[in-house]
Nanobody, 124 residues
Framework: QVQLVESGGGLVQAGGSLRLSCAAS????????TGWFRQFPGKAREFVAA????????YYADSVKGRFTISRDNAKNTLYLQLNNLKPEDTAVYYC?????????????????WGQGTQVTVSS
């Protein structure tokens, strides 16, 4: 098992930036394919970005491509999401997630482990 704890959310003006972190503990972090999802009120979790175990492959939702960057540091057991050029429509709770398989999936139900979420609010 792996435990995930997000941090770095907050309130930012449109056009601003934030960096989210997800600290992992428990089983070896490099054993997991990881991703970021976000959830709007009353909606299902939405795929944002994902990264392979080694960090060599990354995947993005079209809505964030070119603005967000996912990365990981397996030595520090930490996953990151750099959010640039933020828009009010990016306002959501952001979750990090992990799955044992190293195959890419944008579906939230394919991920076994979740953090508690961190709120990102973008004001116009």
């Amino acid at each position: 098992q792996v435990q995930l704890v997000e941090s770095g959310g907050g309130l930012v003006q449109a056009g601003g930036s934030l960096r989210l972190s997800c600290a992992a503990s428990g089983r070896t972090f490099s054993s997991y394919f990881t991703g970021w999802f976000r959830q709007f009120p009353g909606k299902a979790r939405e795929f944002v970005a994902a990264i392979s175990r080694s960090g060599g492959s990354t995947y993005y939702a079209d809505s964030v491509k070119g603005r967000f960057t996912i990365s990981r540091d397996n030595a520090k057991n930490t996953l990151y999401l750099q959010l640039n050029n933020l828009k009010p429509e990016d306002t959501a709770v952001y979750y990090c997630a992990a799955r044992s398989s190293n195959f890419y999936s944008p579906s939230w139900y394919d991920y076994n482990y979740w953090g508690q979420g961190t709120q990102v609010t973008v004001s116009s």
